[in-house]
């Protein structure tokens, strides 16, 4: 069985701050990692692999760094590694995106494709869905469980106050959540291997099979207008009132804050 | 000269600190507090090959080197003494022995469970009366047929209990002295084969720490390690592979000790500002931030020369003098930096300074080191 | 191409014939944004035997429900609601389509978009129409919530954004309002995109874990007792929250350890943190200072956790709190 695993370097958001000054991100220095529902994506593939026997390639559409996520997939145990990579493919949106790396997948050959639910710095949660659409293939999103029976996979998709037990015949996706595992450690030789007996591959633009109008920048049905800091906390307020006036006042707040 | 960690010894850094960070700081506070062993932090490191780093592959081990060993200590070390010396105990000492003066049946038989972590290793060399002059060993090793048997006791044994494969010294031939010392392998469950209490200690107080005992304990004659009297041999030549782990151990110590006393001083106000912004707390942290940072360079350095494959007797000693000088003495000024706070369980600097002073002393007393590296100097 | 397109369609989630909260949310935004564009609310509600269920929608401000009502469509799945939608798309062609960012909606929005070809903008927090461009503005979180992006999609039809739940606001039920209720043709064409749906299994128990909620409801020394963390409980309960605490409470045997927030107990970085009868001290502080939004209780002016509240209200939490349970119980019964 063969499964391809899209998987996403990503800054490490809970370490990201702004710059209290200029009120602007403050990339430099943040560390990046594996996207964490890619890696729970990646450990069901394992698992499926130290089960039956499966192939287990990854695949990750990024800058030339990137190279380092997949060295860590292939640390995990992964076995072949793709780096779709080259400056026609960037600030693409999740069309462009999904296009990309549906055309690249197509040239693998896959039972199962598994994604992450959301990358947790575009937090969209579309390019898995939208890539099974390219390939006109099932996609089963928010999987807590996966098995495989023969030719079908059987999956636990999660809803807000249920679950639904889903069967489907592949070659079908899933989007993996992070609680469908506990993704397992890199072993020091894993990683060791991964630099220095294997490789990943480049995948550039010519490697690609997909219209130059369904690429990058250009290829992106949305873009970005405008982007801002989250306003910054001003000191906060202290109020000395009665119950009522208090309450009111808490409430208020809330409801601004789209808390409540 | 490059001193920059290679890609891969930088991520198998990262896995280190996550794990320390996940499954080894949650439990220091307890594990020190109660004297726990804490087994199911060994059995994780097992789980992701990390009781096997720095062997072949042929026998279970990682395949990576001494350098990627050293950083998994001193990850280790930054969080919890007791996991990073259960951890380097049965690395170099342990196992260590077995991989350098093994033989291939000895190494398939003992390092491969060694280093997937299957089992775990120590080292018996101390005896009451054998310390420093280790050369003075009194438990005595008889063949008789088929058989060594094993008559007298070890003490302050790290792992002692827990681990299942020991590498025990032991006098064959009491005439020739030093020469007359020979290593033997012994595993856990050998009648004859006892354990005494665990000791209460200063500090690494989850690492088991107990007597060995041996009262007409037979063990196969294939079990022999290294040559007939050359014991003495086989112990230095491993305790120097050791004195990297330990020197690693230290460092961490001092590291994690410095990263305590850096977040309190920013947090901690007094007359009105943070204690920070005192030139006294100032340069109490350059200090020891530069003492931290000549003691890596000397780790660093002994462990690749090890792996270079080049005589690493006095780097080690260096390194391991000097790391256990500033985990002693790092420790000490976060302690004091933290001030009140410093001296409760729960700010941890007060474990950190009492797990660091064993640092100067096992593995070769500060003392040993300095005949070591003096001894050098003055052929 | 923008005369071609019109109108703005929300998609009306339902389950097991209940109308989602955040279906009624997105009629009242679609709202304003027909109201800028001069045009007209469309609810698509898919579905097995739902038809009654649009005249509420209605009621709720839809100008128009176009209703798919076929057996495929009786449990979620993705394919069959995929292509009822596009389907109805391709027919209305609206020019702006709202979904909820649910775990259908999330399933269910990209597959349509991908199928019509357009831009889809997730977890929307603003929607506007820009004055003077007519340019549909959506604006989203980014970089887990430390950035804030504006995305437009101009050139493909529609626009399609989703929303989650408890963002927008629903307008006010009118029993009286009139509108338009299409029943749409349409058959499932089974392909193999098709999966099929074995067992549904409803959620029993929640596990407490103070780490994942999104609203902690903390208290301390000042709660004085294990029975007064009643009202603590009844505010988490009425807000959708969980109780915390803080050590002197969980020392003073009031509450379990796992709650303990703080140096020695977790740290925990919710959307909504209100602290009550916590002076603040330094390792509570720590545990729980990240947190997105922080309201204080205390009836010291003084308490250190005033530093970092965002709201701080010095007074009696023993008649503050209360109040506040019966004004959020009250607000939520208005939103049912």
Same mark, same amino acid.
């Given at each position: 069985m063969n499964i391809v695993v899209c998987i996403k370097q990503v800054p490490d958001t809970n370490e990201v701050r702004i710059d209290p000054v200029r009120g602007t991100l403050i990339r430099e220095g943040v560390p990046t990692i594996m996207n964490p529902d890619d890696k729970a994506g990646l450990e069901a593939a394992l698992r499926l692999k130290d089960e039956m026997g499966a192939k287990v390639s990854v695949i990750s559409m990024g800058p030339m760094q990137a190279d380092l996520v997949l060295r860590e997939a292939l640390a995990m145990g992964a076995d072949e590694a793709y780096l779709v990579t080259d400056r026609a493919f960037g600030g693409a949106d999740t069309w462009a995106t999904s296009c990309t790396l549906a055309a690249a997948i197509s040239k693998m050959d896959y039972d199962l494709i598994i994604t992450g639910r959301q990358a947790i710095d575009g937090d969209t949660a579309q390019v898995g869905p939208e890539i099974a659409e390219h390939l006109q293939i099932p996609n089963i999103s928010y999987a807590e469980a996966v098995r495989v029976e023969g030719d079908e996979v059987v999956v636990k998709r999660q809803y807000e106050d249920r679950y639904h037990t889903v069967r489907a015949k592949m070659p079908a996706l899933l989007t993996a959540l992070s609680e469908l595992n506990d993704p397992r450690y890199m072993t020091p030789g894993g990683i060791f291997d991964a630099f220095r007996e294997k490789t990943v591959t480049i995948w550039t633009r010519a490697d690609v099979p997909v219209d130059d109008g369904n690429i990058g920048l250009n290829g992106s049905p949305t873009r970005v207008f405008r982007s801002f800091p989250k306003t910054v906390k001003a000191p906060g307020m202290k109020i000395e009132e009665g119950v009522d006036e208090s309450v009111q006042f808490v409430m208020d707040k809330l409801r601004e804050k789209y808390i409540l | 000269m490059d001193f920059t960690l290679s890609k891969e010894h930088a991520m198998a850094q990262q896995l280190f600190r996550d794990f320390a960070h996940r499954e080894v700081e949650p439990l220091a506070q307890e594990v020190d507090e109660f004297h726990r062993f804490p087994r199911e932090t060994v059995d994780k490191m097992a789980r992701c090959g990390m009781l096997g780093i720095p062997f072949a592959k042929e026998y279970g081990g990682q395949g990576c080197d001494t350098l990627a060993y050293v950083l998994a200590v001193e990850e280790m070390a930054k969080v919890c003494g007791t996991t990073s010396v259960i951890l380097s105990a049965h690395t170099s000492l342990g196992a260590g022995a077995i991989d350098r003066f093994g033989t291939a049946d000895q190494k398939k038989k003992y390092l491969t469970p060694l280093a997937t972590g299957e089992k775990l290793g120590a080292f018996a060399l101390t005896e009451p009366e054998a310390g420093t002059d280790a050369a003075g060993q009194q438990t005595k090793a008889v063949l008789d047929g088929d058989e060594w048997v094993i008559n007298g006791s070890k003490i302050f044994i790290t792992n002692a209990g827990e681990a299942d494969i020991y590498v025990v010294f032991a006098m064959t031939d009491k005439a020739q002295g030093t020469r007359g010392i020979s290593a033997f392998i012994v595993e856990k469950g050998t009648p004859g084969f006892e354990f005494g209490l665990p000791e209460k &200690?200063?500090? %690494?107080?989850? =690492? =088991?720490?107990?007597?060995?005992?041996? %009262?007409? /304990?037979?063990?196969?004659?294939?079990?022999?390690?290294?040559?007939?009297?050359?014991?003495?041999?086989?112990?230095?030549?491993? *305790?120097?592979?050791?004195? $990297?782990?330990?020197?690693?151990?230290?460092?961490? *110590?001092?590291?994690?000790? *410095?990263?305590?006393?850096?977040? #309190?001083? &920013?947090?901690?106000?007094?007359?009105?500002?943070? %204690?920070?912004?005192?030139?006294?707390?100032?340069?109490?942290?350059?200090?020891?931030? /530069?003492? $931290?940072?000549?003691?890596?360079?000397?780790? #660093?350095?002994?462990?690749?020369t090890k792996d270079a494959g080049q005589p690493y007797t006095v780097e080690a000693a260096l390194a391991k003098l000097k790391a256990a000088n500033v985990a002693s003495?790092?420790?000490?000024?976060?302690?004091? *930096?933290l001030g009140g706070y410093g001296y409760i369980q729960e700010y941890d600097v007060e474990r950190m300074m009492r797990d660091a002073k064993i640092t100067e002393i096992y593995e070769g007393t500060s003392e040993v080191q300095r005949m070591v590296i003096s001894g050098a100097l003055l052929k | 191409m923008s005369k071609e397109y019109q109108g703005v369609l929300t998609f009306a989630q339902q389950v097991d014939g209940e109308i989602s909260g955040v279906s009624l949310e997105l009629i009242g935004k679609a709202r304003d944004l027909a109201h800028d564009l001069n045009t007209q609310v469309t609810a698509l509600l898919l579905g097995s035997g739902v038809r009654p269920l649009a005249q509420t929608l209605v009621e709720y401000g839809a100008d128009r429900v176009i209703v798919v009502d076929d057996k495929a469509l009786a449990t979620y799945t993705t394919e069959p609601y995929t292509q009822a939608m596009t389907d109805v798309i391709n027919e209305y062609k609206p020019e702006i389509v709202l979904v909820g960012a649910t775990a259908i909606g999330r399933d269910l929005g990209p597959r349509v978009a991908g199928r019509v070809h357009t831009g889809l903008t997730a977890d929307c927090t603003k929607l506007e129409i820009e004055p003077e461009t007519h340019a549909f503005h959506m604006t989203r979180p980014a970089f887990g919530g430390n950035l804030m992006a504006t995305i437009i999609c101009p050139e493909h039809r529609p626009q399609m954004a989703t929303v989650r739940p408890g963002v927008m606001v629903r307008e006010?039920?009118?029993?009286?309002?009139?509108?338009?209720?299409?029943?749409?043709?349409?058959?499932?064409?089974?392909?193999?995109?098709?999966?099929?749906?074995?067992?549904?299994?409803?959620?029993?128990?929640?596990?407490?874990?103070?780490?994942?909620?999104?609203?902690?409801?903390?208290?301390?020394?000042?709660? !004085?007792? !294990?029975?007064?963390?009643?009202?603590?409980?009844?505010?988490a309960d009425a807000i959708g929250g969980e109780v915390a605490s803080s050590r002197a409470a969980v020392d003073a045997g009031w509450q379990e350890k796992d709650r303990q927030v703080g140096q020695t107990g977790k740290t925990v970085r919710p959307n909504l943190y209100f602290a009550c009868g916590i002076s603040g001290a330094i390792q509570h502080m720590a545990g729980m200072e990240e947190s997105d939004y922080i309201v204080a209780i205390n009836k010291d002016p003084d308490a250190p956790i005033f530093g970092v509240a965002d709201v701080g209200i010095v007074g009696d939490l023993f008649k503050i709190v209360p109040k506040l349970t019966e004004e959020i119980r009250a607000y939520r019964q208005q939103q049912a």
């Open positions: - | &200690k200063m500090g %690494i107080r989850g =690492s =088991s720490t107990r007597e060995l005992i041996f %009262i007409d /304990c037979r063990i196969p004659k294939e079990n022999l390690l290294g040559r007939e009297g050359k014991g003495f041999g086989v112990a230095m030549g491993t *305790l120097d592979g050791g004195r $990297i782990g330990i020197a690693a151990q230290a460092l961490g *110590l001092a590291e994690g000790a *410095l990263d305590k006393a850096v977040a #309190y001083v &920013k947090e901690r106000k007094q007359f009105g500002r943070p %204690i920070a912004k005192f030139q006294n707390t100032q340069f109490q942290l350059a200090d020891m931030k /530069c003492e $931290i940072e000549a003691t890596r360079w000397m780790v #660093y350095h002994a462990a690749a003495d790092v420790t000490r000024r976060a302690v004091q *930096l | 006010i039920r009118d029993a009286a309002r009139q509108g338009e209720i299409v029943d749409f043709l349409w058959t499932a064409k089974e392909n193999a995109c098709y999966v099929q749906v074995e067992d549904v299994i409803k959620k029993v128990s929640k596990k407490i874990d103070i780490q994942a909620a999104k609203i902690l409801v903390a208290g301390g020394r000042g709660v !004085g007792s !294990g029975e007064n963390f009643q009202l603590l409980q009844d505010l």
